[in-house]
């Protein structure tokens, strides 16, 4: 048996719940050197009871007390864990990976995080420009809608956007804008002028030029910041789901809509995921933000979650793993069931 060490673990000797373990690839020789930043108090022992290329069965120690027995399987490099009692913050090579309990705490989580964001954009440069995208996002929005996030955010200076948008009327079931008004843009006080729906009554390709105008002109002003590296839009932050086929926004796998490097906001009009038409932000505008939270939950996620922090490869990305902003953070909002197939 071998022991282990863990660098950067955060061990709370309080913890009653779960163990997780960064998904990097870490050669078992590396893992035998003590972390200096580990205090006496925090220090994780793993030791190893058995190892395949796939699967590594570890037993967690903290001093001389065992807590529990763990299966960590596609283990690479950089490994690293923190606990909690209700949620897991997994460090990685792709971004802060949050896993929580149930959806109360990742709603409780994800509001603390965005009024954070709202805060530090206000205070540095007066406005808070935020991308909302649809699905079960909303839903998981909702505390900012309650006190203390309702009272204690400068609503006034939010600028509300859509990371992708069906291209039909505002009071259609399918529209995001409706989506995102009926369940969290109405029970707060933005200003209606500073959110930001396509204009519906154009074509797909007419509303996407006609929503890029409308931000170069909010760039112009500043409303929008500006990447400096690339020269594209830099929202203070974007939130994305993940589609069952590992979408994000309405760029899909395989499409041809992955490449696009200059544009801002392109359509679709063959989307497969019904409505067929849609406008979307594109890549480089995503990976350009100061920010990016991808929220998605639920076991349906779990492959998708597994293509993103597994190791097994795969000749295409899904959507989702060309999410990398080059100089922003990229924070993951999920739960067990998601990550079953990678932690258990
Ligand atoms: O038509 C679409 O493109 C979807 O609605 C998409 O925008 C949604 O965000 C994801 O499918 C995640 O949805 P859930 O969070 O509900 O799983």
Known sequence: MESLFLCNAQVGLSYSSSLHVGHSYLPLKHLSRPCANTSPTSKLFLHCDSHTQSHTRLRAVVGSAPLLKHTVKFLRKKISVSMGDSVSVIPNDKGDLKVFQNGDELAASLGEYVAGLSQSAITERGAFAVVLSGGSLM????????????????????????????????????????????????????????????????????????????????????????????????????????????????????????????????????????????????????????????????????????????????DELLPVQMVSPKDGKLTWFTDKEAVAKIVN
Request: glycine share 6%; proline share 7%.
């Open 139 to 314: 839903n998981a929005l909702r505390k900012l809608t309650e006190p203390p996030y309702l009272n204690s955010i400068d609503w006034g200076r939010w600028h509300v956007f859509w990371a992708d948008e069906r291209v039909v009327a505002k009071d259609h079931s399918d529209s995001n804008y409706k989506l995102a008004y009926d369940n969290f843009l109405s029970k707060v006080p933005v200003v209606p002028g500073c959110v930001y729906s396509i204009n519906d009554s154009l074509s797909a390709e007419a509303a996407a030029e006609d929503y890029e105008t409308g931000l170069r002109q909010l760039v112009k002003t500043g409303v929008v910041d500006v990447s400096k590296d690339t020269g594209f839009p830099k929202f203070d932050l974007i939130l994305l789901g993940i589609g069952p086929d590992g979408h994000i926004a309405s760029l899909f796998p395989n499409h041809p809509l992955l490449n696009e490097k200059v544009k801002w906001i392109t359509s679709i009009t063959d989307s497969p995921k019904p409505p067929p038409e849609r406008i979307t932000f594109t890549l480089p505008v995503l990976n350009s933000a100061a920010n990016v939270a991808v929220v998605a939950t639920g076991a349906g996620k779990a492959d998708t979650f597994k293509r993103v922090f597994g190791v097994e490869q795969h």
